[in-house]
């Protein structure tokens, strides 16, 4: 069954740090998505990625933050200057297509420590 | 003001027994998703219902959508100790994101 990868698994990274975290989508998905969980706490919506650019993006994904998708497999998050309050679990997620039931297939998450 | 509040936030359970878990709103919503995540892993989509009073079933499980399109319930019958998990709801908005509710925090014991 198709699933979405996420590397790495565990990310530690120094504050002011710059990180990228990859995902690979579901091959036949048009639409991408970046959440993050801090412990404890809900998943909270990043952005959305449709057709090379993005769709929707929350507060939480200010300047620090971008999305690319480099290649036709690769979906990346970059934190430009990691802060404490970065850390969490990231996750990506992906869909079919546009409209109907937006139904969204989540990797198993990065786990970003920002020391 | 929270978009869904779920309740219980946690339960603990015997084995056996038979629970219900509560997503509300005061929104409509075109759809609603539920989600179980366990610890250090993604949610997993379980079901999506769409048309007011949808009832789903996915073996043990009983999902159904309020008439009025604002709340959703989720049954378990007779839990296993492998339903233990975070139980959320989640609803779409503006650029296919989703919102989730706080999550329902199932514990069931042997």
């Known amino acids: 069954e198709p699933e979405v990868t996420q590397t790495p698994s565990h990310q530690v990274t120094q504050m002011g740090q710059e990180v990228i975290l990859r995902c690979v989508p579901i091959?036949?998905?048009?639409?991408f998505y970046w959440y993050r969980q801090i412990l404890g706490q809900k998943v909270e919506f990043l952005v959305s990625?449709?057709?090379?650019?993005?769709?929707?993006k929350s507060e939480i994904f200010d300047d620090q933050f971008s999305v690319e998708r480099p290649d036709g497999s690769n979906f990346t998050l970059k934190i430009r200057s990691t802060k404490l309050e970065d850390s969490a679990m990231y996750f990506c997620a992906s869909s079919e297509g546009r409209g109907g039931l937006y139904e969204q297939y989540f990797g198993p998450g990065t786990r970003l420590t920002v020391t | 003001t929270q978009l869904l509040e779920q309740s219980p936030q946690f339960l603990s359970i015997q084995e056996g027994e038979n629970l219900t878990v509560y997503c509300n709103s005061s929104?409509?919503?075109?759809?609603l998703q539920w989600y179980r995540q366990e610890p250090g892993e993604g949610p997993v989509l379980l079901v999506t219902v769409v048309t007011g009073g949808e009832v789903k079933k996915l073996k043990r499980l009983t999902f159904q959508f309020g008439d009025a399109r604002k709340d959703s319930s989720l049954h378990i019958t007779a839990a296993q100790p492998g339903d233990t998990g975070l139980y959320l709801c989640a609803v779409p908005g503006a650029g296919n994101m989703l919102t989730f509710g706080g999550g329902t925090r199932l514990m069931v014991k042997p």
């Open positions: 091959s036949n998905h048009l639409y």
């Open positions: 929104s409509v919503f075109s759809s």
């Open positions: 990625f449709y057709n090379n650019e993005i769709s929707e």
